[in-house]
């Protein structure tokens, strides 16, 4: 089945700089890029949706400026968390979605801390 | 918007038996697609089961099954033959039909489930 890796699965960084996250489809390509966050116990929630060699759809109430997304190749989406703080910390995973597919494959998710 | 709402927060079950978790759904679409998705405590979200809405007939794989009724808006998961690696959150999920930027997948709140040796 279609393979999506993320990177780093822990980082831990200060307040006030910066972090990104990377999610790789393995042995596909994807045309659609999914961002949730996951908070302890609760549900995902999508923060944005990218589309190659476009700008990012942003769910409402999700700062663009502070969520950067990439989608610049096929099999690459890089999100960048600015200006980290402490209520930034949670669960980050990304899905993939080919071209002839409908189904979305997740990747194994990135835990966040921001001392 | 759509919603989808899991009634059930915790479920457990003994081994072997039998369980069924509930989801029910709120749209106004005719033709959409339906999802139960797994999370074990390695947070990795794995695919369980899926259903199209235009077809009648009930989504089987394996021991998971759904019963599927779309005038309720009703999408539950049945486990059969519960083993101890079932043991996670399930997820219900609703997705729109192809096509403008659709495919954006709307997650119940889940439900914690326990297989008890």
């Known amino acids: 089945g279609a393979v999506v890796s993320q990177h780093p699965s822990r980082v831990i960084c200060k307040s006030g700089t910066s972090v990104k996250i990377e999610c790789r489809s393995l042995?596909?390509?994807?045309?659609?890029m999914f961002w949730y966050r996951q908070f302890p116990k609760k549900s995902l929630m999508l923060m944005a949706t990218?589309?190659?060699?476009?700008?990012?759809?942003?769910e409402q109430g999700v700062e663009k400026d502070k969520f950067l997304i990439n989608h610049a190749s096929l099999t690459l989406s890089t999100l960048t968390v600015t200006s980290a703080h402490p209520e930034d910390s949670s669960f980050y995973i990304c899905?993939?979605?080919?071209?002839?597919?409908?189904?979305?494959?997740f990747g194994p998710g990135t835990r966040l801390t921001v001392t | 918007a759509q919603t989808v709402t899991q009634s059930q927060p915790e479920m457990s079950v003994q081994e072997a038996e039998t369980v069924t978790l509930s989801c029910t759904y709120d749209?106004?679409?005719?033709?959409?697609?339906l999802f139960w998705y797994k999370q074990p405590p390695s947070r990795q979200m794995i695919l369980v089961i899926r259903?199209?809405?235009?077809?009648?007939q009930n989504a089987t794989e394996n021991r998971f099954s759904v019963n599927f009724q779309k005038a309720a808006k009703s999408f539950s998961l049945k486990i059969s033959d519960s083993q101890l690696g079932d043991a996670a959150m399930y997820f219900c999920?609703?997705?729109?039909?192809?096509?403008?930027?659709?495919?954006?997948?709307?997650f119940g709140k889940g439900t914690k489930l326990t297989v008890n040796p």
């Open positions: 999920a609703y997705r729109r039909p192809e096509g403008g930027g659709s495919e954006k997948l709307v």
């Open positions: 899905s993939a979605r080919g071209r002839r597919d409908y189904e979305q494959y």
């Open positions: 749209t106004s679409e005719s033709d959409y697609y």
């Open positions: 042995d596909f390509q994807a045309t659609t």
């Open positions: 259903q199209e809405a235009y077809k009648q």
């Open positions: 990218s589309n190659e060699g476009s700008k990012a759809t942003y």
